[in-house]
């Protein structure tokens, strides 16, 4: 096997997309094996190789790490993407559980029956322009930094920009009252290793589709 981490679960992106966005705007390389079948799950599960029989996997620096906000932390502070001292850890630890509140109603959303998808979407809106994203406008303009925490790129900014484009992708206007968050992505987009990630052929996977939230359900059948 080679040194680079290798990352287990669906093609798609689910638990396992902050994870791929944090390796690449580290500028690690990273190689992925898809599950497509319940057996392969399995066998995942038999061979001890899920600690709580749950995905993502990412085998790194020798272990076998699940638990996607343990990996995260891991990631984070191996890079140097956690803060210079536990103030700014702490502060953001705060952004991060934040934005992954907004991102666990995106994340739902493709398995929302067809009744209840608008107003699923409207509760998306609601809570981005109303709750969260108002947060980090604030932020940004009291503090008249580029980044989140610290004047230094981290783990925080990393999860705004993932959360920021996965809501646009829904409603394109929401950025619309927010022009310290327009300014945070035009110059998040331009990192060299995010402006990376986000070309076509990157391993940044594509909306959900009626076929991933299929493979979803057959993978993780009870």
């Known amino acids: 096997m080679s040194g680079k981490p290798r990352l287990t679960y669906l093609n798609g992106r689910g638990r396992m997309e902050p994870i791929r966005w944090l390796l690449a705007a580290a500028g690690v390389e990273f ?10 799950y399995d066998k995942l599960i038999k061979d001890g190789f899920l600690l709580f029989q749950q995905v993502p996997l990412v085998e790194i620096d020798g272990m076998k790490m699940v638990q996607t906000r343990a990996i995260l932390s891991y990631i984070a502070g ?24 907004l991102m666990q109603m995106i994340l739902m959303f493709p398995f929302s029956p067809p009744e209840a998808k608008e107003k699923n979407l409207d509760s998306i809106k609601e809570r981005a322009t109303n709750r969260y994203f108002p947060v980090f406008e604030k932020v940004l303009k009291q503090h008249g930094q580029d980044f989140l925490v610290g004047n230094k790129f981290s783990w925080a900014d990393v999860q705004l920009m993932e959360a920021i484009l996965a809501v646009e992708e829904k409603i394109p206007a929401v950025l619309s009252a927010f022009p310290q968050l327009q300014m945070f992505k035009t110059k998040m987009s331009n990192m060299p290793t995010i402006k990376k990630f986000l070309q076509p052929g990157s ?3 594509p909306p959900p589709d009626a076929h991933y939230v299929e493979t979803v359900l057959k993978v993780f059948k009870k």
Do not use: F, H, S, W
């Open 78 to 101: 191996k890079y140097n993407l956690y803060g210079k001292d536990l103030k700014e850890r702490a502060l953001i630890d705060m952004y991060v559980e934040g934005i992954a509140d």
């Open 203 to 205: 391993p940044r996977k």
């Open 31 to 40: 190689e992925e094996v898809y599950l497509e079948t319940k057996e392969q």
